[in-house]
């Protein structure tokens, strides 16, 4: 029957019919605008403690939807380590606000195994954990809802061999890893040579960088000090960084955007920078590295000025979080 032939009452009822069908789509765009890959609990600086009602606060303050706490638990990864900091606080607060905070898990790669376990592992010399040690330590944080390792900031070299025993128990147990890399933590070189190995090793692993070292490798001029610090005058970006590089060879290569790499990177080559997240929109993940009240956290302001398209927006602000954790949602 045509739309002329239907009586008023006929027509209303469809009408209301197709308007609670739309109502009951998904929405095209999400409700709120970010999932951070990158803060932390606790006290990293020292009397600014971050506590969950904190974060909670500062996330509901920026839009943010859901967070990643990314536990510290070597001791080059933070001035002090404390309970706040550690994996079974990031669970914790997750498991008490599943719809807000992720917990990641973090496992030094020079940890020990129990003691009554030797026999388990007849093949290990003394106490050391090896992979499969490792797994077993990490099935347990997963099995409780980790979605991932991080934060991986250990003063070894990238591809140490018990970095890469971690590296391997991760791979088998599909964890993402999250990783601070510099001339201290997760040691590599201009070029990231350590850090080919591993992506070449893992190459199901998804692997997400952030830190001096990481970020200032977009460019092909990075030097050595540029591994150990923050340059007060940035220099322009040239092309031919090994970030190009190992994106374009290994799928698994990510970048979180976070803390004060990740705003260089952006904002020192202004052009170059907005083309590189074009073109390397599917491997870049928003993240603040959020570690203290008050915190000034430039990314919201440099990526929103970048007025990129829709679907990359969404792509960094939260789709590449979605997809690689696995999380439910939009």
Request: proline share 9%.
């Amino acid at each position: 029957m045509s739309p002329r032939h239907l009586s008023r009452r006929s027509f209303l009822a469809l009408s209301t019919l197709a308007a609670l069908r739309v109502s009951a789509a998904p929405s095209p765009h999400p409700k709120h605008r970010y999932i951070d890959i990158h803060t932390h609990l606790g006290a990293f600086r020292f009397g600014q403690n971050v506590s969950v009602k904190g974060l909670l606060n500062w996330m509901d303050e920026h839009d943010v939807e859901r967070a990643v706490i990314q536990p510290l638990v070597s001791p080059e990864a933070a001035p002090t380590l404390q309970p706040m900091q550690t994996s079974d606080a990031a669970l914790e607060a997750a498991k008490a606000h599943p719809d807000r905070l992720i917990a990641f898990c973090c496992l030094d790669p020079r940890v020990t195994v129990d003691p009554t376990a030797k026999k388990t592992y007849p093949e290990r010399q003394g106490h050391v954990a090896g992979v499969k040690g490792l797994i077993e330590i990490l099935k347990r944080y997963k099995d409780a809802g980790a979605r991932g390792l991080g934060e991986h900031k250990v003063g070894l070299p990238f591809d140490h061999p018990q970095m890469m025993q971690l590296y391997e128990a991760c791979d088998a147990l599909e964890l993402p890893i999250l990783f601070h890399l510099d001339d201290l933590r997760g040691i590599d070189t201009v070029g990231l040579p350590r850090l080919e190995n591993v992506l070449k090793a893992f190459p199901k692993l998804p692997l997400i960088g952030h830190a001096c070292g990481f970020w200032s490798s977009i460019s092909g001029e990075a030097t050595p000090e540029d591994f150990g610090r923050y340059p007060k005058v940035p220099r322009p970006i040239t092309p031919g960084g090994a970030l190009d590089r190992l994106m374009d060879a290994y799928p698994n290569l990510y970048g979180d955007l976070s803390e004060p790499g990740g705003a260089i990177a952006l904002t020192r080559d202004p052009e170059f920078a907005r083309e590189f997240i074009l073109r390397r929109a599917d491997r870049l993940l928003f993240g603040s590295d959020y570690l203290a009240p008050g915190q000034q956290i430039p990314q919201f302001d440099i990526l929103a000025a970048m007025n990129m398209p829709d679907e990359v927006q969404y792509k960094i602000h939260r789709g590449n979080a979605i997809r690689l954790l696995k999380l439910a949602g939009r």
